[in-house]
């Protein structure tokens, strides 16, 4: 009976999740929608609760820059002094309907998308992507890097949301539809959804009447070059869905897994807000020229809320392009791969049929309880960072979590059940 009601409530989680549409509805300052970010100097970042001392340097080279962005400090030591006195308040982005790339570190000035779950009426939140090279979500706080948060706070985020304010809602469903037919598997790989995005908003950023044709053209030229642009919408409509069936409060369906460079976490919708942790792993992969796994931070970052929601490297066999940029090998490997977290999930989401798999669904709803009986760990496909700030992206690859978050939470849930040892 206790099994049968443990298989109800996840099913029911599985719906949810199923049922979820986020619609993509402005991009604004963070503090417009963050209540926490409105007094004082408070920094969001990415992963379960972390201080400043255990942060690794990427991660604090990222405060860095967002204390220079918000000109709290005007220097580095300052801004770092500032820091090591715990004078920043420090709270995860998962506390407060967001979530943050790498890092994650998100101030109050910065432009955030702006998503909602029409489904549970639920919104959630996320930076937008910087490009590649050097920037804040790696660690860098150069002043280029300064100097693009500001661009993106003053132009392209008030562009896309007049944009989006004249356009309407976009429906991000359709887009992933669209995108993982074309390749994408929404972690590494969001070159079709992010053109399918620009495909979307650029015949209305030309018709802004309010907008100086400059700038028009540096946004379209933004989005035109920055390939993983999708990646950050994509994670902030997971981490809206996730959240509106996590409402339901019972089951042992994993509803975020996220890493702060220390620590590995995950959630189950039976235990609430409740994080279950263990070390966090470094990513196996691939390296650019120059660099090996010796110059690799650990793993971070909120993004594994793609593989949550089952895109990223739970949809592996999505992106066969893709796999070995991250190390993965062939087709062949990749289809083993989304072979294997069938064994770890509850069903098969019919809103986003993969070509190369037959046109079966994505896998969705990881259960904790399989994890724990097989051994078998979720996939996340990952960028790997230099553990030195500022240095950026190095390589990309996969990580799994460590298995102990599973247990834990397995056990956590079936004492809240009334079963003991």
């Known amino acids: 009976m206790v099994y049968q009601t443990i298989n109800e409530a996840n099913q029911a989680v599985v719906a949810k999740i199923i049922a979820g549409s986020p619609f993509l509805l402005d991009v604004v300052p963070a503090k417009e929608v963050i209540e926490p970010l409105r007094t004082g100097k408070v920094l969001l970042h990415a992963g379960p609760p972390i201080t400043y001392d255990k942060m690794v340097d990427p991660i604090q080279g990222a405060c860095v820059g967002a204390v220079l962005f918000e000109g709290w400090a005007k220097d580095e030591d300052d801004a770092r002094e500032l820091l090591a006195n715990g004078e920043v308040?420090?709270?995860p982005c998962h506390h407060v309907d967001a979530v943050g790339p790498m890092g994650g570190i998100t101030s109050a000035n910065m432009a955030v998308l702006v998503v909602e779950n029409k489904d549970e009426n639920n919104r959630a939140y996320c930076t937008m992507n910087e490009g590649i090279g050097a920037v804040l979500r790696f660690g860098a706080y150069s002043n280029e890097v300064v100097t693009r948060l500001h661009w993106m706070k003053d132009v392209l985020g008030p562009t896309l949301s007049k944009a989006l304010k004249k356009k309407g809602p976009i429906n991000i469903n359709v887009l992933v539809a669209k995108?993982?037919?074309m390749g994408d598997e929404f972690h590494q790989r969001n070159i079709a959804a992010s053109?399918?995005?620009l495909k979307e908003v650029a015949p209305t950023i030309v018709s802004l009447e309010d907008v100086?044709?400059?700038?028009?053209?540096?946004?379209?030229?933004?989005?035109?070059?920055?390939?993983?642009?999708?990646l950050n919408i994509m994670m902030a409509s997971a981490k809206s869905v996730m959240d509106g069936a996590r409402k339901l409060q019972e089951g042992t369906v994993v509803t975020a897994m996220c890493r702060n460079g220390y620590e590995f976490g995950i959630r189950?919708?039976?235990?609430?807000?409740q994080w279950f942790t263990g070390p966090v792993n470094t990513p196996k992969g691939l390296y650019f020229s120059g660099f090996s796994e010796s110059d690799a931070a650990p793993d971070m970052g909120d993004s594994a809320i793609t593989e949550t929601f089952g895109v990223g490297g739970m949809a592996m066999i999505a992106a066969p392009a893709v796999t070995r940029f991250v190390g993965s090998g062939g087709f062949n490997d990749a289809l083993n791969t989304s072979e294997e977290m069938t064994e770890i999930t509850l069903a098969h989401n019919p809103n986003f049929s993969v070509p190369t798999?037959?046109?079966q669904g994505i896998t969705t709803g990881i259960d904790a309880c399989k994890v724990v009986e097989t051994g078998i760990l979720p996939v996340i496909n990952t960028g790997i960072a230099n553990k030195k700030a500022g240095l950026g992206q190095i390589g990309a690859?996969?990580?799994t979590p460590p298995i102990e978050c599973f247990e834990k939470a397995v056990l956590a849930y079936a004492k809240k059940l009334g079963f003991e040892g």
């Not at 989005?223 to 999708?230: H, S």
């Not at 189950?268 to 807000?273: L, N």
């Open 268 to 273: 189950i919708a039976g235990m609430g807000d």
């Open 179 to 181: 995108a993982i037919a």
């Open 212 to 230: 100086e044709q400059e700038e028009k053209e540096a946004v379209i030229q933004f989005l035109a070059d920055t390939d993983q642009f999708f």
């Open 195 to 197: 053109l399918a995005f």
């Open 89 to 91: 308040e420090l709270i």
């Open 357 to 359: 798999w037959d046109f």
């Open 397 to 399: 690859g996969t990580v």
